[in-house]
T-cell receptor, first 115, second 111 residues
Framework: DTGVSQDPRHKITKRGQNVTFRCDPI?????LYWYRQTLGQGPEFLTY????????KSRLLSDRFSAERPKGSFSTLEIQRTEQGDSAMYLC?????????????FGPGTRLTVL | DAKTTQPNSMESNEEEPVHLPCNHS???????IHWYRQLPSQGPEYVIHGLTSNVNNRMASLAIAEDRKSSTLILHRATLRDAAVYYCILRDPLKAGKSTFGDGTTLTVKP
């Protein structure tokens, strides 16, 4: 499978715990995006990397959220001290510079449930 | 960010054409119009994009108004597998970064 992969697919945690999600983009893609999606709504942008540089962050990304892409390949999204409001689907997407329209390819998402 | 407006839901019968509208009155000259769709329990997938001219691909057609303030995604023969949420978004390739998704149109296809 040469698509975007995310791990885990599902995560159930208790309020106050820390969680970390991983995203592996398509291998030749240098841009990587994180989105959050709650039930019945469209994806909301969280942050975006070009290679290892984090170039844009949404104000939705509070201090409890941190994302890294240390070698410009895979990325991790960590949520510290989870709250029930963090329950959502976390989507990762990747794209390649140099294409006319920067089409984003999405992974299947990680569904987080905070009890 | 330029915003798009779509109906919340639409219904279609199987094997019939479907026209999904999108309004984007604040579109800028460098914005491309993209359509994505999201099947249940999956991430969004790319459907089609265009700038000014109408576009066709194996999945759908995109009709863009002459003033570019609206567009229509056309599924020529809807199948049950086309039941999904369809998102119309605007992206400027010179401003790589976030895509602003609205709440999309939920398409129901009836057998």
């Amino acid at each position: 499978d040469t698509g975007v992969s995310q791990d885990p697919r599902h995560k159930i945690t208790k309020r106050g715990q820390n969680v970390t999600f991983r995203c592996d983009p398509i291998s030749e893609h240098n841009r990587l995006y994180w989105y959050r999606q709650t039930l019945g709504q469209g994806p909301e942008f969280l942050t975006y990397f070009q290679n290892e540089a984090q170039l844009e962050k949404s104000r939705l990304l509070s201090d409890r959220f941190s994302a890294e892409r240390p070698k410009g390949s895979f990325s991790t999204l960590e949520i510290q001290r989870t709250e029930q409001g963090d329950s959502a689907m976390y989507l990762c997407a990747s794209s390649k510079t140099g294409t006319p329209v920067d089409e984003q390819f999405f992974g299947p998402g990680t569904r987080l449930t905070v009890l | 960010d330029a915003k798009t407006t779509q109906p919340n839901s639409m219904e279609s019968n199987e094997e019939e054409p479907v026209h999904l509208p999108c309004n984007h009155s604040t579109i800028s000259g460098t914005d491309y119009i993209h359509w994505y769709r999201q099947l249940p329990s999956q991430g969004p997938e790319y459907v089609i994009h265009g700038l000014t001219s109408n576009v066709n691909n194996r999945m759908a057609s995109l009709a863009i108004a002459e003033d570019r303030k609206s567009s229509t995604l056309i599924l020529h023969r809807a199948t049950l597998r086309d039941a999904a949420v369809y998102y119309c978004i605007l992206r400027d390739p010179l401003k790589a970064g976030k895509s602003t998704f609205g709440d999309g149109t939920t398409l129901t296809v009836k057998p």
